[in-house]
């Protein structure tokens, strides 16, 4: 699963770009999927695969577990205080709030949905390692339809620098690719394949 360059992920029209400007870019993957029928959107897709189309690779859920566990030893997945750091949902507009398909909030899994249009989908995390946001976004090419996979990293203090450093070699060579290779199979089982 090709991580994607920064220019390639820059040149879409996406609303994550003005959202989220000034929060840094960590990572940019995609996948490219099958195009069986035009006109299939990101939102039909969660909504017809179950909201949440990754399914995680037993390795990917062991180290998952790993990662909760430690976790919670350490106080690493509690919230910072209410109003030590804002939640990406504040930035977003009334023309935001009307187009979004999902109320912001929502969980979804370990995050929370900060907004879910047709095509792009921004979740968040917060806790004491890092203010992540995870964006899915699905456009449709010619001959097929290119999902895409981006996480923003927002520095919460000391430990979020070492903390991504640690976690960087696991995401990177175990958790994007099963997520991505996850996805391309529920689209397969989803849309079927041509």
């Known amino acids: 699963m090709p991580r ?3 220019p390639e992920f ?7 770009h003005d959202f989220l400007a000034g929060v840094p870019l960590h ?10 029928r035009s006109g299939i959107t990101l939102d039909e897709f969660l909504r017809a ?3 949440l189309p990754l399914t995680p690779s037993p390795i990917v ?3 998952l577990g790993i990662r909760l566990g430690v976790g919670r030893l350490l106080g690493w997945d509690r919230e910072p ?3 030590a750091r804002e939640t990406f949902a504040a930035r977003l507009t009334a023309d935001d709030l009307a187009k979004s398909l999902v109320p912001a909030g929502t969980p979804a899994g370990l995050f929370r949905i900060v907004y879910r249009f047709d095509n792009e989908q921004l979740l968040e995390l917060i806790n004491r390692t890092a203010h992540a946001a995870a964006l899915t976004a699905l456009v449709e090419t010619p001959h097929a339809y290119r999902f895409y996979f981006v996480i923003y990293v927002r520095s919460v203090g000391r430990l979020t620098p070492a903390y991504m450093a640690l976690i960087d070699p696991f995401r990177k ?8 290779r ?3 199979a529920t689209w397969s089982h989803t849309f079927g394949t041509v």
């Open 49 to 51: 695969a179950g909201a």
């Open 4 to 6: 994607i360059s920064r």
């Open 182 to 184: 996850s996805i391309r």
């Open 10 to 16: 820059e040149r879409l029209p996406l609303r994550v």
């Open 61 to 63: 859920r062991a180290l």
């Open 27 to 36: 990572d940019v993957w995609a996948v490219d999927l099958p195009r069986t």
């Open 81 to 83: 205080d209410a109003g």
């Open 173 to 180: 060579l175990i958790v994007y690719p099963s997520l991505l």
